[in-house]
């Protein structure tokens, strides 16, 4: 079953909650993000993504479904309201920023080396969205995208929305590469980082050309392999997916000391 027949089901099942008005935490939940300015739309693919999430987790566990969890779970959401000042994001501005890192901070093609172990940290990010959300190569890129263009904006203090490019299943898979990439939005990075070189706007450019890099590195490692037998396929020879362990961050010591210098 694909990522789009997926994320319809659970879709499916939140329409369904909200039409019977059962549980009552569903709706509760529906109705408080409804009154923050939430498009309706936006809160069943949220919701359904915290609902997918939600039963992957007690069915690998053997658990059953309950309201207390399920409600934990909502509540454990970071949202963000949507701000109808911030330009939409499109494929256009995809493709730009692809070409704005080549520009301004050149690529790894033939470097990769250096940044081998930040790299495999992103890569085991998507590795592991491939094995629990079904998600293909665009995909993949949708994500990685998503996440330049976030950089982009704290690089140039502007906002985009990506209402019109991702739904929110892949706008929060984003977003978990992004908590443990960029340090404005995780305070345990940030005061990791804030070690050896601080973190503030004047330090952006320094400190986000690694992860751009290494992010425009993964875009192209995905259109050649595409041609071959998939990126995934490539990725699961040398990437591993242990779900007992938090997340790899993106930043180490020795990227932090190679910004430093």
């Not at 309950?66 to 963000?80: A, I, P, Q």
Request: charged letters at 30%.
């Amino acid at each position: 079953m694909g990522r789009t027949e997926q994320r319809r089901q659970y879709q499916s099942i939140i329409r369904y909650q909200l039409n019977t008005k059962e549980p009552k935490t569903t709706v509760e939940y529906y109705e408080k993000l409804h009154k923050a300015g939430y498009h309706e739309e936006r809160i069943v693919q949220l919701m359904a993504y915290v609902l997918e999430t939600y039963t992957k987790a007690i069915i690998g566990s053997n658990q059953p479904f309950s309201e207390f969890e399920w409600k934990s779970y909502l509540n454990d959401v970071h949202y963000t309201l949507p701000n109808e000042e911030a330009e939409s994001f499109d494929e256009r501005d995809a493709r730009n920023n692809s070409k704005r890192i080549k520009k301004e901070y050149g690529d790894l093609r033939k470097n990769e080396r250096q940044y081998l172990d930040e790299l495999i940290a992103i890569e085991e990010s998507l590795y592991m969205a491939y094995l629990l959300f079904d998600i293909n190569e665009h995909d993949a890129k949708k994500i990685l995208h998503v996440v330049i263009q976030t950089i982009f904006d704290e690089i140039d203090q502007e906002v985009h929305n990506f209402e019109d490019y991702v739904e929110e299943d892949l706008h929060f898979l984003a977003k978990n590469i992004l908590y443990c990439s960029d340090p404005y939005l995780n305070p345990a990075l940030k005061e990791f980082v804030d070690r050896i070189i601080e973190v503030k706007p004047e330090n952006n450019e320094r400190l986000f050309k690694p992860l751009l890099l290494c992010l425009n590195r993964i875009l192209e490692k995905i259109d050649q392999s595409s041609k071959s037998r998939g990126y995934f396929n490539i990725v699961k020879t040398y990437v591993g997916a242990d779900f007992s362990k938090e997340p790899k961050w993106f930043y180490n010591e020795r990227t932090l000391a190679g910004i430093s210098e």
